[in-house]
């Protein structure tokens, strides 16, 4: 069974920095064709996707976003992170991340999401 | 980018009605196009795939089909919980951009 949990801050300042940790479990991140992505919701409005990281450790960004985005993997510890600089109110909004093996950028299996506040 | 856009944002129906939400893409995207449901407070829930491949454990009253540019997601007879929102979403390429969503309201 595939789960995934999102952890991270509640809160932070305009212009920090966010990270967020993505912690799976029921498939190995080195196994060929898996892959993870980050999509975000503010409140009340539709889906984003923000990045993906694939198990041969290829990466795609929003490119509206990709200037201040990083992600990486710890296959070890089971572990994906994801980084966002210049934090703005405008980023408020609760972030997913999602399993994605049978087709790059099908999300079948998401995490419960954690709700982030930019505010100062 | 391709822009991705539903019809109708919202959409209010009884218990046992037949409910189709369109999505059309911006430029082609084949039959790179997925469903999901996402009810309050909680997470998406992936429905369909390709197009038109049910994900393992969705009711078959759900079905979708299209190719190209317009696709449609149906509702057989609608059942009292799937009043939720849905969005449709393209893989075609990296973007992977969402619809708005279409609001599914009980009449």
């Known amino acids: 069974q595939i789960t995934l949990k999102e952890s991270g801050p509640t809160l932070v300042k305009p212009t920090q920095t966010l990270t967020l940790t993505c912690t799976f479990s029921?498939?190995?991140?080195?196994?060929?064709?898996?892959?993870i992505g980050w999509i975000r919701q503010p409140p009340g409005k539709a889906l984003e996707w923000l990045a993906l990281?694939?198990?041969?450790?290829?990466?795609r960004f929003s490119p509206s976003l990709q200037r201040r985005l990083t992600i990486t993997k710890d296959t070890s510890d089971n572990q994906v992170v994801l980084t966002m600089t210049n934090m703005d109110p405008v980023d408020t909004a609760t972030y997913y991340c999602?399993?994605?093996?049978?087709?790059?950028?099908?999300?079948?299996?998401w995490g419960q999401g954690t709700m982030v506040t930019v505010s100062s | 980018d391709i822009q991705m856009t539903q019809s109708p944002s919202s959409l209010s129906a009884s218990v046992g009605d037949r409910v189709t939400i369109t999505c059309r893409a911006s430029?082609?995207?084949?039959?790179?196009l997925n469903w999901y449901q996402q009810k309050p407070g909680k997470a998406p829930k992936l429905l369909i795939y390709?197009?038109?491949i049910l994900q393992s454990g969705v009711p078959s009253r759900f079905s979708g089909s299209g190719s190209g540019t317009d696709f449609t997601l149906t509702i057989s007879s609608l059942q009292p919980e799937d009043f939720a929102t849905y969005y449709c979403?393209?893989?075609?390429?990296?973007?992977?951009?969402f619809g708005q969503g279409t609001n599914l309201e009980i009449k």
């Open positions: 999602a399993h994605s093996n049978m087709s790059p950028g099908t999300f079948d299996i």
């Open positions: 029921g498939f190995s991140l080195s196994s060929s064709g898996e892959a």
């Open positions: 990281i694939y198990w041969n450790d290829d990466k």
């Open positions: 430029q082609s995207i084949n039959t790179y």
């Open positions: 390709a197009a038109f």
């Open positions: 979403q393209q893989n075609y390429s990296f973007m992977y951009s």
